[in-house]
């Protein structure tokens, strides 16, 4: 268990983190592999930070139009992993549109002017006039949240309770729907890529940005520059409002329908107070099912600008070649007029401890979360440092919850810094006959203990031993560096990746018991407590 | 948000009309031309070595990053557990690294390990078992060393046995939370039967039965050299590494004092007694969760069935293919229905796979994504399909095939299971040739598995979710799920200890 921490920090991030994940499904098509893939990825951006210098070469350009672009040659095996990253995330949002960015992720897999499409200009007036419709429609459901706020209806999406008029203009749409189908090649840039061994296309949102990769063989990078280039110059957003449906499927699987779904979201939204991280990156169910497609255009429009992009490749290519082939495809998209709008709103500091408590289908556990400090903070590398020491089963909270009072059965922690802010937290399940705020108190000892005495050397060199080790594991594959490359560039720096670990090296006791004394102050904290739901209990065991 | 005005939207859609593809980018990708690509597959007789004491094992040396990575691959599983003893094997699994090993105890191995900065995890699942071993290639001699001692010297300390049963007890109470979790270990017991030896799960009398000797019993009995498959991949010499592997497999510390009469040999077969469930609708009602999730099975295959290949391009074609499948066409991309919807038909290495249709649709369009899916299902053995989607589903698998062994860790994993499950020594052609027999399929071959193989009169279908929602159904798209699929039963959950089906919830 060396990396329960790491892993402690995958699913805080994938909390806030949305793939569409499809190749997991063609994969076991082929074989009896039960791939968790979507899991080993997001462990990937968990050891970000823990890589030394030198260890990854990168040659960095610029394009004339201002898009960055960031080479790794790696001549392993005949192929390169492309990926791109828009800085453009869920933190970009604002009420009303909470989810866009990753509503968009999604409309940017439906093709472009010449992808997708037989008659692009039969279809573009097709989404005219849906969009006339649509705007009755909007009109329509403005009234029925009326009659709802009112107590006309218990709830204005059911069917049922939909206007005459409303149902009316759902046929002429779904009319025009049926209309457009037939002008439509459906999903072709997915066709494109399989037919010429793309593999492992995906695409994933988060709090601070947007990324899309795929892997192709050697031979195919000019395809890969012709189809990216395509897709972020000359999008079209076809199928918008059956994508929002999708995209309303997936906020049920990963949250609602989940035990500790709703809650984690509400407790999410109690620690943020001020920062636009305190939604969720899927969007609130009310955005998701009334975001337009006039909206989702004007967003291309703002932030989907060639200097807000950073185009990645990893593998066997000539980075010559490649800068110049770059030049050609993506240099001809025009500069935006005006770079995307600086994120100006910060976390307030809070005046007092927050506190939660649920009754969930789940053993009982507990969660705190405390403000800790962004990406790249100075402070960033303590902190990390600080969670492996509390982390694995070799650390000091399974030692001392687990093994010593026996208060907890598992329980782990977590450095998270993002572009904008970081937090940082420690979660843990309560044992049989104990309570969550038992492995509070007991957590909040732990931590007094880090606070008042230094780390000793031994314990402190296992730790930095651990980082040091786990600098190489994630680069076994094109794609993994990849991956990697894209987290840093997404939340600040791509060079952290080689930059990362002599801060982490450099770190020393008394820098850990600071940054101690200064995070875990009560009023810095919120605090979620689970407990079963009783009713989940008694239909369980008796 | 004044910035989403009309102005700025026109931009975007009337921009395109004025733009012209540059002189020497065509308007198709069609139109550019690639420089070959020739791939040879890896030829497994150029990694695999018999260590003269006893494993064979897949080496493969890479000099890239100074880590070594090693997985051992051990003929025990499950299926060997007796009765009365469920969790057995992972209990055996999981304290071969966590309850001490040679003269270490638990908190001594797990400090020595992490002081590496390594990772040593071990495991039993259903039909084998697994100990990995990861580190700086600078520390292999000690990390040999542990893992030797977990191989042949594991002291399964009893405090740590008691604190695993408590967590494994503890794991249990949240069998009935998730409904992923509830679907599929309902899928597993439509699928193959209540008494399949894979569907007997852990209950709290089995736990509490299983003693410390049990657990050195069931290890000694399977972990010895000629048991194990081993996959090597790293910062090292190959040569010097034969030589350390041999050393570290021949001279097993016997500390456990045991009579060698408890291993009996290769491990039996394992047990093909599969009951597929009566077709119907099988509804687990949870309530609690605005979502159903769905599993529609039918019997599958088994590894060497020579319908193998037309089996894997069908069922590319109607839902593994991802994004061009039919399935996803018809249920994500056309009617919104669901996020994640596929069909999946793997050959069973042991006994037959199960071939499955699983989406998950919110409560009331569940009945309809199922209206859907049949439909599809019956289109498939109805019709041929197109030579365009015959083509593209062969170029897809043809054209990807190098990922399957884009890393070495992927080649001398992949590899050491071939030789593991016996399709090295049955068919170690497999990989060579199996680009051109994806390609020799035909629309015929894809129509007549097609028809052999998908039969909906015999679905047996999963549905876990709210039960009231789903029968409700969708007005625009009525359909009855109770007659759907022919009849209809409430399947109970479980009580999550002893496992016995619960009174169905109201």
């Given at each position: 268990m060396q990396l329960s921490s790491y892993a402690r920090f995958s699913l805080a991030l994938e909390r806030r983190m949305l793939i569409v994940c499809l190749i997991t499904q063609f994969m076991t098509a082929l074989n009896k592999i039960a791939l968790t893939w979507f899991a080993l990825f997001i462990f990937q951006f968990a050891l970000i930070a823990t890589l030394s210098a030198q260890e990854v070469h990168v040659v960095e350009k610029t394009l004339t139009n201002g898009l960055t672009l960031l080479m790794v040659e790696r001549h392993d095996d005949p192929s390169v992993a492309g990926g791109w990253v828009a800085h453009v995330g869920s933190a970009n949002e604002s009420p009303g549109i909470t989810g866009i960015a990753h509503l968009f992720e999604h409309m940017m897999f439906k093709g472009t002017t010449s992808i997708g499409t037989t008659d692009y200009k039969r279809d573009f007036e097709i989404l005219a006039e849906q969009e006339k419709i649509r705007d009755e429609m909007r009109a329509e459901e403005s009234k029925m949240r009326a009659a709802w706020r009112r107590g006309g209806v218990d709830d204005w999406q059911k069917p049922e309770n939909w206007t005459p008029y409303y149902r009316e203009l759902q046929k002429q749409f779904q009319e025009l729907v049926l209309e457009e189908r037939k002008v439509i090649v459906k999903n072709e840039i997915w066709k494109i890529y399989q037919a010429n061994g793309g593999n492992g296309m995906n695409a994933f949102t988060m709090d601070d940005m947007t990324a899309y990769f795929v892997g192709v063989p050697a031979n195919k990078l000019e395809l890969w520059m012709w189809l990216e280039s395509e897709r972020i110059f000359h999008p079209v957003f076809r199928e918008f409002y059956a994508e929002r449906d999708?995209?309303?499927?997936?906020?049920?699987?990963?949250?609602?329908?989940?035990?500790?779904?709703?809650?984690?979201?509400?407790?999410?939204?109690?620690?943020?107070?001020?920062?636009?991280?305190?939604?969720?990156?899927?969007?609130?169910?009310?955005?998701?099912?009334?975001?337009?497609?006039?909206?989702?255009?004007?967003?291309?429009?703002?932030?989907?600008?060639?200097q807000n992009i950073t185009l990645i490749l990893v593998g066997d290519f000539d980075p010559k070649q490649v800068a110049a082939m770059a030049e050609k495809y993506f240099g001809r998209i025009p500069r935006g007029k005006n770079n995307p709008p600086d994120l100006v709103t910060t976390e307030m500091k809070q005046p007092a401890e927050k506190r939660m408590n649920a009754e969930v289908a789940a053993n009982p556990q507990v969660d705190i979360m405390w403000h800790t400090v962004p990406f790249a903070h100075k402070d960033s590398y303590a902190l990390q440092i600080l969670a492996q020491l509390l982390s694995t089963h070799t650390g000091r909270l399974y030692k001392g919850l687990v093994l010593g009072s026996g208060v907890a059965t598992d329980i782990s922690a977590s450095q998270n810094s993002q572009k904008w802010a970081g937090w940082f937290d420690i979660s843990g399940e309560a044992a049989d006959g104990h309570t969550p705020e038992e492995v509070?108190?007991?957590?909040?000892?732990?931590?007094?203990?880090?606070?008042?005495?230094?780390?000793?050397?031994?314990?402190?060199?296992?730790?930095?031993?651990?980082?040091?080790?786990e600098q190489y594991r994630q680069l076994n594959s094109n794609l993994n560096i990849l991956q990697n490359l894209i987290f840093n560039d997404g939340e600040g720096d791509w060079r952290e990746i080689n930059a990362a670990q002599p801060k982490l090296e450099a770190v020393t006791a008394a820098d850990v018991m600071r940054v101690a004394n200064e995070y875990f102050k009560k009023d810095n904290r919120a605090v979620a407590t689970f407990t079963r739901k009783p009713e989940t209990a008694a239909a369980e065991s008796k | 948000m004044k910035i989403f005005s009309s102005l700025i939207l026109s931009v975007a859609l009337v921009a395109p009309f004025q733009i012209l593809h540059s002189a020497d980018i065509p308007d198709r990708p069609e139109k550019l031309s690639f420089p070959p690509l020739k791939y040879d597959a890896p030829v497994p007789d150029q990694y695999r070595v018999q260590l003269k004491s006893g494993p064979v094992a897949y080496i493969v040396p890479d000099h890239e990053r100074p880590l070594v990575n090693i997985t051992v691959y051990v003929r025990t599983g499950k299926y060997l557990e007796l009765a009365g003893k469920e969790g057995l094997a992972e209990l055996t699994g999981w304290l071969l690294t966590?309850?001490?090993?040679?003269?270490?105890?638990?908190?001594?191995?797990?400090?020595?390990?992490?002081?590496?900065?390594?990772?040593?995890?071990?495991?039993?699942?259903?039909?084998?078992?697994?100990v990995g071993l990861n580190l700086l290639s600078k520390d292999l001699d000690a990390g040999l060393g542990l893992l030797r001692d977990v191989l042949y010297a594991p002291r399964f300390q009893d405090d740590k046995i008691t604190l695993r049963k408590q967590q494994t007890l503890q794991a249990m109470k949240q069998r009935n939370d998730d409904s992923s979790a509830i679907e599929d270990r309902e899928a597993d017991f439509l699928a193959h039967g209540e008494k399949f030896w894979a569907n007997r799960y852990s209950t709290s009398n089995s736990i509490d039965s299983i003693t410390r000797r049990d657990l050195e019993e069931f290890h000694y009995q399977w972990f010895w050299p000629s048991n194990f498959v081993i996959a090597i991949t790293g910062d090292f010499e190959r040569d010097a590494m034969i030589a350390k592997l041999e050393k570290v497999f021949s001279s097993g510390p016997n500390v456990i004092a045991m009579d060698r009469e408890l291993r009996t040999g290769t491990p039996p077969p394992i047990p093909t007694n599969i009951v597929f469930a009566a077709p119907g609708v099988y509804l687990v009602n949870k309530p609690?969760?605005?979502?159903?999730?769905?599993?529609?099975?039918?019997?599958?295959?088994?590894?060497?069935?020579?319908?193998?290949?037309?089996?894997?391009?069908?069922?590319?074609?109607?839902?593994?293919?991802?994004?061009?499948?039919?399935?996803?066409?018809?249920?994500?991309?056309?009617?919104?229905?669901?996020?994640?919807v596929y069909s999946s038909f793997p050959p069973g290495v042991y006994y037959p796979g199960t071939f499955t249709i699983a989406f998950q649709s919110k409560s009331r369009t569940v009945a309809y994504a199922c209206a859907i899916a049949l439909e599809e299902t019956k289109r498939m053995s109805a019709q041929p399909v197109s030579d365009a989607e015959l083509?593209?589903?062969?170029?897809?698998?043809?054209?990807?095939?190098?990922?399957?062994?884009?890393?070495?860790?992927?080649?001398?994993e992949q590899f050491a299971m071939d030789e593991f499950t016996g399709r090295h020594a049955k068919d170690p052609q497999f990989w060579q040739n199996f680009r051109a027999n994806i390609q020799s399929v035909t629309k015929e071959d894809v129509l007549r598995v097609a028809k052999k193989y998908l039969t909906p009169d015999k679905f047996a279908v999963l549905v876990v979710g709210n039960q009231a929602d789903i029968l409700l159904g969708y007005p625009t798209h009525p359909v009855d799920l109770k007659t759907l699929f022919g009849s209809f039963h409430e399947w109970p959950l479980r009580d999550p200890m002893t496992m016995q089906p619960l009174a169905p919830q109201k």
């Open positions: 999708v995209v309303f499927e997936e906020r049920r699987m990963r949250y609602d329908s989940t035990p500790l779904g709703p809650s984690e979201e509400a407790f999410n939204a109690l620690f943020w107070q001020s920062l636009p991280y305190s939604w969720p990156t899927i969007g609130w169910p009310s955005d998701i099912s009334s975001i337009s497609k006039p909206q989702a255009d004007a967003f291309h429009a703002m932030f989907y600008s060639p509070e108190n007991g957590i909040y000892a732990e931590l007094d203990k880090l606070k008042r005495d230094p780390v000793p050397p031994e314990e402190l060199q296992k730790v930095k031993n651990n980082f040091a080790a | 966590h309850g001490g090993a040679g003269t270490n105890s638990a908190s001594q191995f797990e400090e020595r390990v992490a002081f590496l900065g390594a990772q040593l995890e071990s495991s039993i699942g259903d039909t084998q078992g697994n609690d969760v605005d979502q159903g999730r769905v599993s529609l099975m039918l019997p599958g295959i088994q590894r060497g069935n020579p319908d193998y290949y037309a089996v894997v391009i069908m069922n590319n074609i109607l839902g593994g293919g991802g994004f061009t499948s039919h399935l996803m066409n018809r249920i994500r991309s056309d009617e919104g229905l669901a996020y994640s083509n593209l589903s062969k170029k897809s698998i043809i054209e990807g095939f190098p990922n399957f062994f884009n890393t070495k860790e992927k080649i001398v």
